[in-house]
Nanobody
Framework: QVQLAESGGGLVQAGDSLRLSCAAS????????MGWFRQAPGKVREFVAGMNWNGGSTGYADSVKGRFTISRDNAKNTLYLQMNSLKPEETAVYFCAARFGTDTVVIQANRYPYWGQGTQVTVSS
């Protein structure tokens, strides 16, 4: 079983950048499809970005395309989310998630069995 721990959140101004990290332990991330989700207060958890098991395919929510980049470093067993040009409406808790062995980008939260505890991102206007 893989354990996930996010870090890198914080308070930034609109237009700033942040890089979130998701460190895995217990199992190597190789072979796991990965995803980033976010949840704002009173809203449902939404897909932000995802990657298939070998990193060959990535996908993004329309709202973040061109600004966010998902990547992974298998040597460090870590997933990243580079977020540029952040907007106030993107204030949320950001979560990483893992699912073993999926060859496609999975956008449904309920298909991921493994989750981190989340990291808060606050974007001020």
């Amino acid at each position: 079983q893989v354990q996930l721990a996010e870090s890198g959140g914080g308070l930034v101004q609109a237009g700033d950048s942040l890089r979130l990290s998701c460190a895995a332990s217990g199992r190597a991330l190789v072979g796991y499809a990965m995803g980033w989700f976010r949840q704002a207060p009173g809203k449902v958890r939404e897909f932000v970005a995802g990657m298939n098991w070998n990193g060959g395919s990535t996908g993004y929510a329309d709202s973040v395309k061109g600004r966010f980049t998902i990547s992974r470093d298998n040597a460090k067993n870590t997933l990243y989310l580079q977020m540029n040009s952040l907007k106030p409406e993107e204030t949320a808790v950001y979560f990483c998630a893992a699912r073993f062995g999926t060859d496609t980008v999975v956008i449904q939260a309920n298909r991921y069995p493994y989750w981190g505890q989340g990291t808060q991102v606050t974007v001020s206007s």
